[in-house]
C-alpha cells in the first residue's frame, strides 16, 4: 500500500516544489527544476493510485462527483506544516497526481526580486492591477507577497477568490476573507465571486485566474465602481497581457474595451523564473505602468506589441522595467550566462541585448571609479 506521508515527508524534506504520482512509476519530485526520482518507493500499482485518490477526496461526494463528471479535481489538502494544491486527472483510465507543495511561511516580499513600484501601486485606491507570466513563473508566490505587503501595512478589507486558496491568511492591519470556488466549495465559480463582491463591502479584490470573458468583464465592472482589483492571467508578456485581455471580446466589443482597459489598467507585471549560476531560482520581472503614452497606444484600433515593449523600455522613470533591462542586469550581476539571457529573447532582439549590456557596464565602471 502507498505510504503517501512518507512521500510527502521525503518531498518537503528535499525541498521539492511539486510531486508527480503516475502508475507504472516511482513517484517523481520536482526539485529546483529538475524532476527526480524517489528511489526509496516502488513502482506505483494500479491499486495504490485508486488508494492515493481515497488518501484525497476523503470521502467528499462533492470532490468525487467532480471528478467522476469531468474527470479532473483540483483541490487544496494540508500535510503538517504545508498545503498541497492537489491536481488528480486520468491517464490511460487510472488516477494521476500532481501536487505543489506550498510553505505556510511566504517570503519576504523583497527577497523575491519583485520590483519596489508594484508595491507601491497596492496603495492605488482603484484600478486593475495584473501579475501575469507561464506555468510556474511564481504569480502565486507574488500575489499572496502582495496581499501580506497590504496586510501589514494597510487598513483594507481584502477578499481572495482562489481555486483553490494555497496561503492562508492571519490578519492583521486588514481583514480577509479568503474564499474557495468550486463545486461544493464557497463560489461556483470566479464570476460569481467576482461579482458578489459587490456587495461585501470590499475594497480589493484578489482574482485567483481571470480564464475567460465573464470573470474579466465582472473585474473591470468591479475596478470601474471604485475598487481596487489584483488578478492573474497566464500570458508571457506585458503586451500579451493587452493582446489577451481585449481578444476575450467579439471584435464589434473591443474598440470599447480598449477605451475601458486604458482608463482602469494601472499596472502589469509579467515574470518569469530562470535557473541562476548557482542553482537558485531567480526573477526576471518585466513591469508595464499604464501611463498616458501606454493608455494612448491601447486604445488605438489595433494594438502594436513593438509600441508596446518600446515604450516600456523607455518609460523607465515612472517605474517600468523592460524585459531585456531585467535580463541584461542578471548577466552583468553574474547571475545567469549569456546563453540563458538570449534565450529570453527573440533573435530580433539580440543586439538590443548587447548593447544594454555594454550599457550597463560602462555605468557600473563609471560608478565604482566614482565610489
Known amino acids: 500500500m502507498i505510504d503517501l506521508d512518507n512521500i510527502l515527508g521525503a518531498a518537503k524534506e528535499k525541498d521539492a516544489s511539486d ?27 494500479e491499486e495504490e493510485m485508486y488508494d492515493a485518490y481515497d488518501y484525497f477526496v476523503r470521502g467528499n461526494l462533492d470532490k468525487d462527483e467532480v471528478f467522476k463528471t469531468t474527470k479532473k479535481l483540483d483541490c487544496s489538502y494540508e500535510f503538517e506544516d504545508i498545503r498541497l494544491r492537489v491536481n488528480i486527472s486520468h491517464a490511460d483510465e487510472v488516477p494521476i497526481f500532481t501536487l505543489r507543495l506550498i510553505k505556510n511561511e511566504l517570503p519576504k516580499y523583497e527577497d523575491l526580486g519583485v520590483p519596489d513600484i508594484v508595491r507601491r501601486m497596492t496603495y492605488q485606491p482603484q484600478g486593475l ?17 502582495l496581499i501580506n505587503e497590504i496586510n501589514e501595512a494597510q487598513n483594507k478589507k481584502i ?3 482562489e481555486n483553490p486558496v494555497e496561503y492562508k491568511h492571519t490578519c492583521k492591519k486588514s481583514v480577509i476573507v479568503q474564499k474557495e470556488i468550486g463545486l461544493g466549495r ?3 465559480t470566479f464570476s460569481d ?13 484578489v482574482i485567483g485566474e481571470i480564464r475567460d470573458r465573464e470573470t474579466m468583464e465582472a473585474a473591470i465592472e468591479t475596478a470601474e465602481s471604485g475598487h481596487l482589483v489584483i488578478g492573474t492571467l497566464h500570458t508571457k508578456s506585458c503586451a500579451e497581457t493587452i493582446d489577451r485581455m481585449v481578444n476575450f471580446y467579439e471584435i464589434r466589443d473591443q474598440q470599447t474595451i480598449k477605451y475601458l482597459i486604458s482608463s482602469l489598467l494601472k499596472l502589469v507585471i509579467s515574470q518569469r523564473l530562470l535557473k541562476s549560476k548557482n542553482g537558485d531560482l531567480v526573477l526576471v520581472p518585466e513591469v508595464m505602468v499604464v501611463d498616458n503614452i501606454i493608455s494612448g497606444i491601447i486604445r488605438k484600433e489595433k494594438i502594436s506589441v513593438a509600441e508596446i515593449e518600446d515604450a516600456i523600455q523607455s ?57
Open 129 to 145: 492591477i495584473l501579475v501575469t507570466g507561464k506555468t510556474n513563473s511564481g504569480k502565486t508566490t507574488t500575489l499572496n507577497a
Open 19 to 45: 510531486v508527480h504520482l503516475i502508475c507504472g512509476m516511482k513517484p517523481i519530485f520536482r526539485i529546483r527544476r529538475e524532476l527526480v526520482a524517489y528511489e526509496e518507493c516502488e513502482e506505483l500499482t
Open 193 to 205: 465571486g467576482v461579482k458578489n463582491s459587490l456587495r461585501e463591502d470590499c475594497d480589493i479584490l
Open 186 to 188: 464557497d463560489c461556483l
Open 315 to 371: 518609460n523607465s522613470d515612472k517605474g517600468s522595467i523592460g524585459l531585456i533591462n531585467s535580463i541584461a542586469e542578471l548577466f552583468v550581476d553574474e547571475v545567469i550566462t549569456l546563453d540563458q539571457a538570449k534565450a529570453q529573447i527573440e533573435e530580433k532582439n539580440i543586439e538590443t541585448l548587447n548593447r544594454t549590456i555594454m550599457q550597463l557596464k560602462i555605468k557600473r565602471e563609471k560608478t565604482n571609479r566614482i565610489n
Open 159 to 161: 477578499l481572495t477568490l
